[in-house]
Nanobody, 124 residues
């Protein structure tokens, strides 16, 4: 069992930055690839970014490439999502997830453990 708790969401203006954190507990963090997904009202949950373990290879959705950066600190059992140049279309609930597929998959079904989510709202 892995427990995931996200933090760092909030209300910002377009062009601002936010850093989301996801603290993991319960199992050996370095055994899991980690991912960030988001879900806007009325839309399906979509892939944002993922990071493998132990190499730290990253993958991004085209919509956030160049603006968002995923990273992990295995000593702190934490994964981060640095979000720069935020746009109103980035407004969503952001979810952290853990996968036993260490190659940083991009599909929802590859992730078994999920956090409760943190709201990010970007005003224009």
């Amino acid at each position: 069992q892995v427990q995931l708790v996200e933090s760092g969401g909030g209300l910002v203006q377009a062009g601002d930055s936010l850093r989301l954190s996801c603290a993991a507990s319960g199992r050996t963090f370095s055994n899991y690839a980690m991912g960030w997904f988001r879900q806007a009202p009325g839309k399906e949950r979509e892939f944002v970014a993922s990071i493998s373990s132990p190499s730290g290879t990253t993958r991004y959705a085209d919509s956030v490439k160049g603006r968002f950066t995923i990273s992990r600190d295995n000593a702190k059992n934490t994964v981060y999502l640095q979000m720069n140049s935020l746009k109103p279309e980035d407004t969503a609930v952001y979810y952290c997830a853990a996968s036993t597929n260490r190659l940083a998959p991009m599909t929802r079904g590859s992730y078994y453990y999920w956090g409760q989510g943190t709201q990010v709202t970007v005003s224009s």
